[in-house]
């Protein structure tokens, strides 16, 4: 299952803390969820058996990067918490806030990776990637 938009607010915290603060300059953020499989098939079968292993999910978010530090415009508060290797706390609204509609939740992310990419008008592109087990919590928002 992947779910992908254009819209929508996305929040981080750290490992310690709910995700509430908002990341901006995200222009589109993706989500993909799958489980790996076990060959489970013996010796004098006709066909193949499998087992379903753990789902995990991948977390990507795009957009213009505002988090270097003492540079214009002011460095993001939500941007700066996605750190290559760190475990963080993160939130996704897809309808955005108080829209009484379902978020999508995790509180164990781990960054993979952070890339930045070409200047567009004077912004630099931003991609980040992070793993997460898919224990959401998909209750709707206030």
């Given at each position: 299952?992947?779910?992908?938009?254009?819209?929508?607010?996305?929040?981080?915290?750290?490992?310690?803390?709910?995700?509430?603060?908002?990341?901006?300059?995200?222009?589109?953020?993706?989500?993909?969820?799958?489980?790996?499989?076990?060959?489970?098939?013996?010796m004098?079968?006709?066909?193949?058996?499998?087992?379903?292993e753990?789902?995990?999910?991948?977390?990507?978010?795009?957009?213009?990067?505002?988090?270097?530090?003492?540079?214009?415009?002011?460095?993001?508060?939500?941007?700066q918490?996605f750190?290559?290797?760190t475990?963080?706390?993160?939130?996704?609204?897809?309808?955005?806030?108080?829209?009484?509609?379902?978020?999508?939740?995790?509180?164990d992310?781990?960054?993979?990776s952070?890339?930045?990419?070409a200047?567009?008008?004077?912004?630099?592109?931003?991609?980040?990637?992070?793993?997460?087990?898919?224990?959401?919590?998909?209750?709707?928002?206030?």
């Amino acid at each position: 299952m992947a779910s992908r938009a254009c819209s929508g607010v996305v929040l981080a915290g750290t490992a310690q803390s709910p995700p509430a603060t908002v990341v901006g300059e995200i222009s589109d953020w993706n989500f993909e969820e799958s489980a790996g499989e076990v060959d489970v098939s013996v010796m004098g079968d006709c066909t193949k058996a499998y087992l379903a292993e753990a789902v995990e999910g991948t977390v990507t978010l795009t957009g213009f990067m505002n988090d270097l530090l003492g540079t214009p415009p002011t460095a993001d508060a939500g941007q700066q918490l996605f750190v290559t290797g760190t475990a963080m706390s993160l939130a996704i609204q897809p309808y955005g806030t108080a829209s009484g509609q379902a978020q999508m939740t995790w509180l164990d992310v781990i960054v993979l990776s952070k890339t930045r990419g070409a200047n567009v008008n004077g912004a630099i592109t931003w991609d980040i990637s992070c793993r997460t087990n898919v224990a959401m919590d998909q209750t709707p928002q206030a």
